[in-house]
């Protein structure tokens, strides 16, 4: 079956340091893979996307990698601030799915000044 | 440029009733879709629509869940007969014909069942 996992466990970190974020996806051939950040309360905010022929991408202090043959996306805050603190949730498509995402369960960051 | 307006942000119905949930996309976007979100769980698809066609409905209860994109006026994702089980968030975001410009999501409608 189709999974997305991201790390349910909630990323604690120090104000100015590099938070990690890892998304792992099965049975999936996706042609972008979406990265983005959900307030309480709000509807989820679009940050990056990467495609399947693309190995880094960049924005400011946030960097996406995607390794197709690992089935794996990256995403990197640097110097992280306490206002980067929120749910960071990744989304796949599928080829054969049109413009539809499929959404990971996202993992919480809290950045502790 | 207004983003993806959702109405109402609260609705409140009593166990029997219909709730109406309402989207008007980005101005520019042909392409709508809902998802839900239970607390603490994650977005999970419901529908996939552009003007006037479903194109995916996968996510969709059988029974009771409908949702519409008309030519014109916003999207309408329609609940019958509402149980507690639907109380959640339902979101609602657009996208242009381009793939890669990513999601524009609303601020949602809560709905709680009682």
């Known amino acids: 079956s189709q999974k997305i996992e991201q790390n349910s466990e909630a990323l604690n970190i120090q104000e100015g340091k590099t938070a990690t974020l890892t998304c792992n996806y099965t049975?999936?051939?996706?042609?972008?893979l979406q990265w983005y950040r959900q307030d309480p309360g709000r509807g989820p905010v679009f940050l990056l996307l990467?495609?399947?022929?693309?190995k880094e991408k960049r924005k400011e202090r946030l960097k996406v990698t995607f390794d197709t043959t690992l089935k794996q996306s990256l995403f990197h805050i640097t110097a992280s601030q306490p206002a980067d603190s929120a749910t960071y949730l990744c989304?796949?498509?599928?080829?054969?799915?049109?413009?539809?995402?499929?959404f990971g369960g996202g993992t919480r960051v809290l950045v502790k000044p | 440029n207004a983003g993806v307006m959702q109405n109402p942000r609260h609705l409140v119905r009593r166990r029997g009733q219909e709730a109406r949930l309402r989207c008007s996309p980005m101005?520019?976007?042909?392409?709508v879709y809902w998802y839900r979100q239970l607390p603490e769980e994650g977005l999970k698809f419901m529908v996939y629509?552009?003007?006037?066609?479903?194109?995916?409905e996968s996510g969709m209860p059988k029974e009771r869940f409908s949702a519409e994109f008309p030519k014109e006026g916003p999207s309408i994702l329609r609940i019958q007969q509402v149980v507690r089980g639907d109380s959640a968030a339902y979101f609602c975001?657009?996208?242009?014909?381009?793939?890669?410009?990513?999601?524009?999501f609303g601020s949602g409608t809560r709905l709680t069942v009682v």
């Open positions: 101005k520019g976007h042909s392409h």
């Open positions: 049975n999936y051939s996706p042609a972008y």
């Open positions: 975001a657009s996208s242009p014909s381009d793939r890669d410009r990513g999601y524009t």
């Open positions: 990467i495609r399947e022929n693309e």
């Open positions: 629509l552009q003007k006037e066609n479903i194109i995916d």
């Open positions: 989304a796949l498509d599928r080829k054969a799915a049109g413009n539809k995402l499929t």
